[in-house]
């Protein structure tokens, strides 16, 4: 507890002049140390960029219009309430935190609305929401979805391409790495996307410790996405042993299961670092985003796209009163409770 103190103090310091310690070797020296919690979100919030993005006024408007329209409202209520439930901020029905993320949420269906809502967004907003506040939540997964950096857009459209095209990534990085792993995973039939797809959609939530993922998730946003693949590599030599000693569903109830095992953090994040620097030395390049498309014409698009319900409307603010009955399926009655 002492330690994280005494970091928290480092950390507040440099928050305080973002500009100056932005790209050190100071601080990616203390990302790999961990960043404490009580400080996290702050130092998401400068990682991200969200000042960078935000507009005054789009979340709000996007999340009264949702309240309204969004065809996704029924499905992302249903997703809330299977969010974390073990986790004391999402226990309570309607409380806060829920609200909240059925509030970024319905906001992004409708912000977006090429991609509207998908599932694997839940978890992914539902962390954002435990660093930072509802409206800084959903710009940050505006980043998440949209800045090159992490480009999850290619990992959420139909027909999943980048997502493929990352799973494809990993074949050839394990193959390379870790020849005698492939050629057994291979002979008993276990394909990359068995096993990577619910780790890369939902960025390795649920599928290790979430004290660890957390660590990730903060050398993640300094890396980029090829912190993901260095790891899903690193997973495979650790558990290489046993996954020599299995067969075809054996391997693939063993890396389903890893959550459940003991990670030295530290000791992990210097195997991801060390991964990144062998992908690096090799040369081997990430899969280029897919229909990336930018914020900045999103962020446009959505402000014009209001400004014509209102204009429509008449009224200079949008009603918060959620409309049923332009959704197919009927609600659960106390869906009002978010508004």
């Known amino acids: ?8 103090v480092k950390w507040a310091k440099m928050t305080t002049q973002w500009k100056k310690y932005s790209d050190s070797d100071k601080l990616y020296r203390r990302v790999n140390k961990g960043i404490p919690n009580s400080v996290r979100g702050t130092v998401w919030r400068h990682v991200m960029g969200i000042e960078n993005v935000k507009e005054e006024g789009v979340y709000l408007r996007m999340k009264e219009l949702g309240r309204r329209t969004s065809p996704d409202i029924k499905q992302i209520d249903i997703d809330v309430l299977r969010t ?12 806060i935190k829920q609200q909240a993320l059925f509030h970024v949420l319905v906001a992004y269906s409708m912000y977006n609305t090429e991609l509207g809502y998908c599932q694997g967004m839940s978890s992914i907003a539902a962390v954002l929401l435990m660093y930072l506040n509802e409206e800084d939540a959903f710009w940050a997964l505006v980043v ?10 290619g990992m959420l459209i139909p027909g999943l391409p980048k997502l493929l095209a990352l ?7 394990r193959k390379r790495f870790m020849p005698k792993l492939h050629r057994h995973m291979d002979s008993q039939y276990v394909a990359a996307p068995d096993y990577t797809t619910a780790w890369f959609v939902k960025l390795f939530l649920d599928a290790l410790p979430f004290q660890l993922v957390l660590r990730i998730w903060d050398l993640m946003l300094f890396r980029g996405e090829g912190t993901l693949m ?10 290489s042993r046993a996954i020599l000693r299995l067969k075809e569903d054996g391997i693939r109830l063993h890396l389903q ?37 930018k914020i900045a014409e999103l962020t446009q698009n959505a402000k014009e796209r209001t400004a014509d319900i209102l204009q429509q409307n008449g ?7 959620v409309d049923f009955s332009a959704h197919d399926s009927s609600p659960d009655p106390e869906l009002s409770t978010y508004v």
């Open 1 to 8: 507890m002492q330690i994280e103190r005494e970091r928290a």
């Open 84 to 95: 974390f439930r073990d986790n004391i901020m999402y226990k309570d029905r309607y409380g």
């Open 144 to 153: 998440f979805i949209g800045d090159p950096k992490f480009a999850m857009h």
């Open 167 to 173: 799973c494809d990534f990993h074949s050839t990085l």
């Open 230 to 239: 260095a790891l899903s590599l690193v997973l495979l030599k650790i558990n």
């Open 257 to 293: 299961a890893l959550y459940r095992q003991h990670y030295n953090e530290d000791d992990t994040i210097l195997e991801v670092q060390g991964m990144l620097g062998e992908m690096v030395k090799a040369r081997l390049r990430l899969p280029q985003p897919v229909r990336l498309q």
């Open 315 to 321: 009224t200079e603010t949008l009603s918060i009163h």
